[in-house]
C-alpha cells in the first residue's frame, strides 16, 4: 500500500481564503524555558497556532453551506463521509476564472479510464496547487464548477468531493452555484488539497478526517490516499 499525502503545509502566511483568519504559528514553550523545571537533562518544546476552521486544507461541514438550524456542525457529521473509495479526474486544462462543465467532466472521465462510481468520492485536479503554492494568485486563478458541472456531481452520486483550490466555485461567480448545490443536497467537499497530479485516473481509498472541534463549520485535515501497489 503506498500512501499519498494530499494535505498542503500549514505555516505563518499561507494563502487562505479571503476573508478567513490568517494563519499564525508562534513558539509556545522552548527548551531553554522548561530545562530548569527538570532535573536529568530533560526538557520540552511546543509551539501554539491559530488557524481558522476553513484555512488550511480542510473539509467544509453542512452548516458552513447552510444557514438552517439543522444543518450539521462538523463534529455531528457521519465519520463515513470521510473515507472511502475514491477517484481522481484531470480538469486542469479549463482556463482561470472559468467555470468547470458537465462536459469538461465527462471528458476527464472518459481520459482517465476510471469510471465515477455512485458512493465514490470524486477529487478534481485543477493543478492549482502545483502552479501556485504560496503565490497570491492562488486565492484567484483557478478555475471553478459551474452549474452543470455541480449538478452532474449530484447526479452520478458522489458522495463526497474535493479540490486543490481554495474553493470549488469560479472565483469570478457572485452566486457561487457549487456550494448552493452543496447546500440543496447536504453534499460536502474539501478544499485546499495537494498533489491531485500522482491520483489522475486511479481508484484509490481517501482517508480524509476532520479535527473534531465543537460546533465547528469545517474541519481541518490531513488527508491521504491509499493506493493499492499490488502488482
Known sequence: MKLVDLSQDIYEGMQVYPGHLKTVVFDHATHAETAPRFEGGFSFQTKGFMINDNGPTHVDSFSHLDPDPSAQTID???????????????????????????????????????????????????????????????LTDFPGLGESASDWIHERGVKTFGVDSPTPDNPASKTYPCHMMCREHRITHYENLANLDQLIGRRFTFVGFPLKVIGAHGGPTRAVALLDETP
Open 76 to 138: 455531528q457529521m457521519p465519520l463515513a463521509l470521510f473515507y472511502g473509495p475514491a477517484v481522481c479526474l484531470d480538469v486542469s486544462a479549463v482556463p482561470a476564472r472559468q467555470d468547470i462543465t458537465a462536459a469538461h467532466l465527462d471528458a476527464a472521465e472518459a481520459a482517465a479510464r476510471v469510471a465515477v462510481e455512485p458512493g465514490d468520492i470524486l477529487l478534481l485536479h485543477t493543478g492549482t496547487h502545483g502552479r501556485y503554492a504560496g503565490d497570491p494568485r492562488y
